[in-house]
């Protein structure tokens, strides 16, 4: 008893400090918005990078673009509800989906932890009745595809105003490029092999609960098997992804970059590589230092840069959690069962991945 306790006590001591340290390092990378840190050892260690005071005062005059950008990021969840069907082998109802994206989308911007993918799986396999590893497979597939197109998007923008200034991120590009490569090949193989890998653990009676994790990888991953499946996925990824970049392209256009809206796609995909991993410490903090470093990059004083960053975060998670407080009223779901989704969601996969035995021996 007093080693289960020293070990949950240990557990909980090292949340902490994780949390601290998340903390100590978003509130340093979000501060880079706003303030050029000297490391050299004299002088103030913050040095502002422009008028504080002004700069509040000016942020009303972005309301202009900032409309637009909002109704653009909250038009991404019906749009993820369409495409996510491409990739369920089952007909969810398509007011089924539209929630439970919002749901996911309200978690992903309201909760810690960035779990909101894992939380759409996770209510689509309670409601559905679909084992949850399959539920996560179908959503990687969707996210993958999702990447794809953005990272085709991020090439056509070299063809823009912009192609001479972006061409100087061209080795980031291609490592970017060929990560999008590896893991569709990834994908595809898992698709492929998982399941006669599960039957293989099957007669030989070895390993039944990575037999039922593998099974089930291969039903969630289904669509990956199929080029045309593939395909589809891909078309249908293409207009979240083009209405998220345009959001973004409006908001440099607004803050005076000639030109901004070829390079919408390019801060996209540096907010995306920056946030890939859902739990990673310091997501705002790497929000803010990514896109204001790219706006000043592409031409923008810092104050509009740090405006650029400041009003874009700000109007993504308005949006969305506006729109996914709608559908989590509706459904009548409790914001504590939501913030212990991540926990619950691991349960359900333990359970599934045991489950899961008999049906692949069936």
Known sequence: MKGRARHAGGRALLKALLAVFGLVLSVVLLSTAFFKWNLSGTGALL???????DFVRDLPGHLVWLVPFMLLQASIIPLRAVQWQR?????????????????????HN???GKLGDVMRSFLLSRTQRIPFLRCLGTVGVCKLMEFAALMLLVMLSLLGPFGRTLSRFEGELKAAVLLCVGLVALVVL??????????????????????GFLHHVSEGLGTARSFT?????????????LASALAYGLAL???????????????????SLGQSLPGVPAGMGIYYFVTSWAARSLGASPEDAAAFATLTHLGTVI????????????RKIRIRDLRKGGSLAREAANHVAHDAVEPARS
């Open 87 to 107: 990739t369920l082998r089952r007909h969810v109802p398509l007011k089924e989906r539209y929630h439970l994206v919002a749901i996911g989308a309200f978690v």
């Open 229 to 241: 499946g593939m395909a589809k996925v891909f078309v249908f990824s293409v207009a979240p992804v």
């Open 110 to 112: 309201a909760l810690p």
């Open 190 to 211: 898992l698709a492929h092999w998982s399941g006669p890998l599960a039957f293989a653990l099957h007669r030989r009676h070895k390993l039944p609960r990575v037999e």
């Open 253 to 271: 256009h607004g803050i005076g970059i000639s030109g901004g809206l070829f390079a919408g796609a390019v801060v996209l995909g540096a907010i």
């Open 319 to 330: 949006s969305q959690v506006a729109v996914g407080a709608v559908s989590v009223h509706l």
């Open 47 to 53: 040095q502002p990078r422009f008028p504080l005071g």
